[in-house]
């Protein structure tokens, strides 16, 4: 936190979940400790939606369908960027695949 103020965080990037904080939805948060932002967050975020995934950027098989809530307590710093372009990940179907 910066003169009281969060920093942004961005979808696109893998971050860590905080040591001791693993996500409440995922039945293999050995595997599948990070996350990453469904859409960026602007500074006044206190909670937002996350895909939850393992540090390649891989979603949980079992949390596919939907972003799940996350506060933004939990989050640690940036691992990753999605290699090549910007990787946006979304719930949006475009023909049965994923939107990339």
Known sequence: MRNGRHPAIFSGIIYRFKRGQVSAYSANVQRFNCLSPADDWPASTVV?????????????????????????????????????????????????KWRV
């Open 48 to 96: 937002g939606d996350v895909w939850i995934c393992d540090d390649q950027g891989n979603i949980d098989p079992g949390l596919n369908v939907s972003p799940v809530p996350v506060p933004r307590s939990s989050i640690d710093i940036p691992i990753a960027r999605f290699p090549g372009r910007k990787r946006v990940l979304t719930a949006q179907l475009d023909a049965g």
